[in-house]
């Protein structure tokens, strides 16, 4: 495309994706933070299901890395009142936790006594 063409386009689709983003936010489906953008469908399954949706939609399960990333997932548990799962697994040794990639949690905010399994962590 020739250069004021190629920069219409752009602008164009910047602009769809803005009001894309618009809807879904209001539809409480997207939240971001830091430019990272987190989604839900909204609907219950399980662990893996919940990991193979995410891969699907060309992404991954969310795993805090900061204070504002865990407000993005507890945006989505506080208006679906419900839990999440989180791109986190028990680690070799009990009671000890790393990210699905086996790399070393950098952020954690668990409540007293947990993580327990059961929801409440």
């Known amino acids: 495309l020739a ?15 803005s009001r894309l983003e618009g809807v879904l936010r ?11 953008i987190f989604a839900t469908n909204g609907k219950t399954a399980d662990f893996d299901a919940t990991v193979e949706k995410c891969k ?9 890395r900061n204070p504002g ?15 999440a799962y ?9 009671g000890k936790f790393q990210p699905l990639n086996g790399a070393q949690l950098s952020y954690t905010n668990w409540y007293a006594n947990e993580p327990s399994g059961r929801g409440e962590e």
């Open 26 to 36: 209001l539809n409480k489906i997207i939240t971001e933070s830091g430019g990272k």
């Open 69 to 83: 990333e865990n407000d993005a997932i507890l945006y989505f548990v506080k208006y679906f009142n419900t839990y």
């Open 3 to 17: 250069g004021n063409k190629k920069g219409d386009v752009i602008h164009q689709l910047e602009y769809r994706i």
């Open 56 to 64: 699907e939609a060309g992404g991954s399960i969310a795993t805090p």
């Open 86 to 94: 989180l791109g986190i697994k028990q680690s070799l040794i009990p």
